[in-house]
């Protein structure tokens, strides 16, 4: 191919490189220029124009590209037109993408003008989503090229593999400290996961976190599912662990053990009888993606995953900063500042009125609430405020608190859970959540709650009242990015099911259930503190 200006005289027959407006119309780049449109251009006062003048040995733009791209395409990929170098391939189906990763980048290390670029391998699509684009970078391509890039395409190297699989056991394992809400979420967040595929639960169990019963579901579930997947009640820890050894002992057999893809180490894989059976991590538990996705989705498409295969996922397996990795230590052998947080910027839309100044005990309910967290173990006190913030700031005159404002109450609680973890120090290592209109808390239960961060693998800690989750609620630092992440009114509660195993219950009793929301609530909080002056 040549290209550069020529005389607009001898330009018919040629390729336009740049854009060119005329009086009547706009010839675009790539156009092949006409007799009339050489006259045209010439009346507009062009002496000469820059194009592409293609020989024998070269192929257009257009024909390379379709070339290519219909030699890419396998099953169940449609090729779409090809137009300005460019030929887009399409799902004809719902499925997974696959790639042979290996051919893609010998097509592209052939000549930088040709070029091919597809989804990662692996990846959900629905029909009609653009899995893969040929792109002929010039106008043309040496014929020596595009035959050498053909000749790595010795099969199809893009397809999307339909899904396979449609009936799923989901057995969840249990112990007393789990409750039946955690496994009820987590039974419809793995139902969310398998809706886009046509693959659905057929039995959905509950069995003790023992070897021996688990192993009868297994076995007895697979005698109507294609698949199991195994909810543990605490993560896998050893090879001889539960899971692994139930698998064992229903007749079957562990493929792998863990996985390098974070969140996702502690997923298990087997099979029983031909049939697959996943150990599910507990970030299985979340919506979110990771590693237990990424071996789902394969067996779904009835594709076989090796140990060998699971092991090669480490590149690309990063796939998110997750707060139950262990991070390095900060000051070692220095216990970390806390600081407590109090939310005091709702509208008190229930009430009728601003409930953190109505009073309780003689004190306006935020105050008390604050008194409390001052009096704690807590190294710094914020104040988030918001609606009436006046009146708030003048219940708390004189305590000692850093106040954090929240234009944005009106759109959430984690507004202000945003706004209140901004203002905490750098140096602060754990935050103690508290309402402000719980102000029956005292200082002993906000240290109690702290305490609770101290126990082993631990990152949330939170109140209960006789065994019914409540507040305050203490977070690790580590969790501070997600929380401020979170929209709406659900705050932290979207966390919890994500790091189940790192929750500690801590029992304080009626406190933690008593918010002043209501005014029959009110009442109740009054009765229960001994008496109220009046209302202010």
Known sequence: MKFGPVPVGESA????????????????KGHRITEADAAALASSGLAEVTVARLTEEDVHEDAAAAALAERVGGPGIRVDKADTGRANLYAERDGLVTVDAAAVNALNAVDPALTLATLAAYRRVAVGRMVGTVKVIPFAVRRASLDAALSH???PILSVTPWSLKRVAALSTMLPT??????????????GRLADTGAGIVRDERVAHEAAPLAKALADSLKDAEMAVVFGASAVVDEDDVIPEAIARAGGRVERFGMPVDPGNLLVLGEIDGKPVIGAPGCARSPKENGFDWVLDRLLAGIAVTGEEIAGMGVGGLLMETAARPHPRRGKGRAGKTAAVVLAAGRSSRMGSNKLVAEV???????????AALASRADVVVVVTGHEPERVEAALEGLDVTYAPNPHYADGLSTSLRAGLSAVPEDVEAALILLGDMPLVTAEDCNKVLAGLSEPDTLVAIATANGARGNPVAWSRRLFPELKATEGDAGGRALLSRYADNVTMVEIGRAGALDADTPDALSEVRSAAGGVAAES
């Open 361 to 371: 005990a003689g004190q306006p309910m935020v105050r008390r609430v604050a008194e």
């Open 153 to 155: 395409v010795t099969r």
């Open 13 to 28: 027959g040629t390729i336009l490189a740049h854009s060119q407006r005329l009086a009547d119309r706009v010839l675009r």
């Open 178 to 191: 789990l409750k039946d809400s955690v496994i009820d979420k987590t039974i419809r967040t793995f139902d």
